[in-house]
């Protein structure tokens, strides 16, 4: 079965510098892959998403994943963290064909100035 | 924001009694889900439904029901409410056209404490 694994359940970065999320998939076939976010008291916000158009996705508020096969992974990077990025963020994976996601156990970002 | 509005958005119910959940949508789209979100886990899924009166169980369905008698509408229901379900619901749809490359967007949620 297919699963997520999202290394860190805490990350903490100043203002300004490089944001890395870290999510490994296990798949059995090319996946589908999904980073949500998460502010508080609210529902998810789709980031990005990876359909095998190209390896490299652009998402929402400045963030992008790049997904390696070799590596099996699809981590999000954000070259300047702010403020307003404090949240929660999941990645999540779909196999094709089916319409069921599997998420990762979350990892939350914490931004201090 | 995709039209997905959740009722009630916070309740307090005691143990062994039944709770309804529901999930309501402008949208139109065939898919709707229902997970609970709880520390350490992420969102797990509980029930989908695929079409009316088309349900499935996720991957903790145990002590859950659900009901779709119209597009837009999806319940979800616990039986004999149990501490272990204090959690926090959400519901989310997808359009089911595209062979599962498809995103699911996301209601606000429910805050379910059982005391």
């Known amino acids: 079965a297919q699963s997520v694994t999202q290394l860190g359940s805490h990350v903490s970065v100043s203002e300004g510098a490089l944001v890395l999320l870290r999510c490994n998939y296990s798949?059995?076939?090319?996946?589908?892959l999904f980073w949500y976010v998460q502010y508080p008291n609210q529902g998810l916000q789709l980031l990005l998403k990876?359909?095998?158009?190209?390896?490299l996705v652009k998402g929402i508020n400045g963030f992008e994943a790049e997904f390696k096969k070799s590596e099996t992974s699809f981590h999000l990077t954000k070259p300047s963290a702010h403020m307003s990025d404090a949240a929660e963020y999941f990645c999540?994976?779909?196999?094709?064909?089916?319409?069921?996601?599997?998420f990762g156990t979350g990892t939350r970002l914490l931004v201090s100035p | 924001d995709a039209g997905i509005t959740q009722s009630p958005r916070h309740k307090v119910t005691e143990t062994g009694t039944p709770v309804t959940l529901r999930c309501h949508q402008t949208?139109?789209?065939?898919?709707m889900y229902w997970y609970r979100q709880d520390p350490g886990h992420g969102l797990r899924l509980i029930h989908y439904?695929?079409?009316?009166?088309?349900?499935d169980k996720g991957e903790v369905s145990d002590g859950y029901s659900v009901s779709r008698s119209k597009t837009e509408d999806f319940l979800l229901t616990l039986e004999s409410a149990t501490s272990s379900q204090t959690s926090v619901y959400f519901c989310?749809?997808?359009?089911?056209?595209?062979?599962?490359?498809?995103?699911?967007?996301f209601g606000p949620g429910t805050r379910l404490l059982v005391l």
């Open positions: 949208e139109n789209h065939r898919y």
């Open positions: 439904s695929y079409g009316v009166k088309d349900t």
């Open positions: 989310a749809i997808s359009e089911g056209t595209s062979g599962g490359q498809e995103t699911q967007y």
């Open positions: 999540a994976v779909m196999n094709t064909g089916f319409q069921k996601l599997v």
């Open positions: 990876y359909t095998s158009a190209a390896t």
């Open positions: 798949s059995s076939v090319p996946p589908y």
